[in-house]
């Protein structure tokens, strides 16, 4: 029996698991968090942190090939151990895709369109950087950012100029800094690369993404732009894949615009400018719709690859749209859990049809804004599948009657992406 090491517990690796387990191989879980969602259903598990060498060594002997589920795994542990058991994708990609000014750098150096952008060392610099810059623009850390975090929108020199200046943002003395041009968005969109060891790569397709408060909040798919665009979306997407050589799953984010960028080098397709956000070298929080709207999901995908297993061309399951909503703690809270080991109330379910699937994640303390679960939803139309969308969270909100209640209690424009 193989046995596959994924480095991180959370939903993505726990999900992961679950195809690899439908393929007879065994998995195991390396976290510091022993709650967290993988742990609780893997029984192989090591709990240490990320920085101990001789707890990561144990965990790739018992391993036969290593996966991640996250980007900030310290990659410093890794570069020794990789030369023990292979792990996919390769502590290069890693290291490129979980630093913005070397994933930049790379967009730069390969060709590959992207935002303008200056990186600085220092406040110093940073500071300089204000006479060069057209506004508005982004101010991203190299390390550490997501969700929104570690990031600052300046709409002006004066905006710029106060941010760098605050001395609450110690970061800009800790890491490297890019400077990004706002590029003038008019969709989103994310692109998943399967490329095994051998063998030609396969993209799935392109997922339109709607954020809210920067953190992605809609998935839809197939995505509203025109067939051509996402042909060439998927082109650039395995171009990318290659160039980074990739073994695994690459997701590439996009920004997408129907205007030129004054500085920025966009490719432009039937009136559209493409340009690549960010990577992501692993299964994708977007991707969740490809469990449900495609024959493989990128689970299943990254399952093979990891077990030497061929891939197959992912296909629509069905003709309409599909739409996947994210869970947030957010829903938990307003329905009155505020504590640990709190149920989300599903009695709506059965008056909405339209929804699907639903996901939650067993993580064990709902808080506002995190990751908590999600559900999917198929209409006729677009906007069918994302009104009911709409509806089922909207009715998931609404705190349970009071008699419910005590049956529980007993129990105990760019992204910022």
């Known amino acids: 029996m193989k046995r596959v090491g994924i480095l991180g517990g959370g939903q993505l690796g726990m999900l992961l698991a679950e195809s690899i387990f439908a393929l007879g191989a065994r998995v195991n879980v390396y976290d510091p968090d022993p709650e967290a969602p993988a742990c609780q259903h893997t029984k192989h598990v090591i709990n240490h942190n990320w920085l101990d060498y001789d707890a990561l060594s144990d965990f790739f002997q018992i391993s036969d090939v290593i996966t991640y589920e996250f980007e900030n795994v310290e990659s410093a542990a890794l570069i020794t151990l990789e030369h023990v058991k292979p792990i996919y994708p390769s502590v290069n990609v890693l290291r490129t895709c979980q630093d913005r000014v070397a994933e930049k750098q790379f967009l730069y150096s390969a060709g590959l369109p992207h935002a303008y952008f200056l990186v600085a060392d220092s406040v110093t610099e940073l500071q300089k950087h204000a006479e060069k810059l057209d506004y508005p623009c982004i101010i991203k850390t190299a390390r550490g950012g997501y969700d929104g975090k570690g990031q600052w929108l300046a709409k002006t020199r004066e905006e710029f100029l106060k941010i760098v200046k605050d001395p609450s943002n110690k970061s800009f003395d800790t890491f490297s800094v890019v400077v990004e041009e706002m590029v003038d ?180 303390e709902p808080r506002r804004k995190r990751k908590m679960g999600h559900f999917i939803t198929h209409g006729s139309t677009p906007e069918s599948a994302i009104e009911a969308a709409e509806a089922f969270k909207t009715a998931l909100c609404r705190k349970p009657h009071l008699a419910s209640n005590k049956t529980k209690s007993s129990k105990r424009t760019n992204s910022l992406n």
């Open 185 to 364: 968005l008019d969709a989103e969109v994310s692109c998943i690369v399967a490329r095994p060891l051998s063998g030609m790569p396969i993209a799935f397709p392109i997922f339109e993404n709607i954020h809210k408060d920067h953190i992605l909040d809609v998935t839809v798919l197939p995505a509203r732009i025109p067939q051509s665009v996402q042909d060439k979306i998927k082109s650039i997407a395995i171009q990318a894949a290659v160039k980074l050589d990739v073994v695994g799953l690459l997701t590439t984010e996009f920004f997408l615009s129907k205007s030129k960028s004054k500085n920025s080098f966009g490719i432009e397709c039937d009136g559209w400018f493409i340009y690549i956000n960010e990577f992501a070298p692993r299964p994708h929080n977007s991707g969740h719709i490809t469990r449900s709207a495609t024959s493989v999901s990128q689970y299943d995908a990254l399952a093979r690859i990891l077990l030497g297993i061929p891939l197959q061309e992912p296909r629509p399951v069905s003709d309409g749209t599909y739409c996947m909503m994210n869970l947030l703690g957010d829903v938990w809270i307003d329905q009155g859990h505020d504590q640990y080991d709190s149920d989300l109330d599903l009695s709506c379910l059965n008056q909405h049809p339209q929804v699907i699937d639903v996901v939650l994640y067993g993580k064990r």
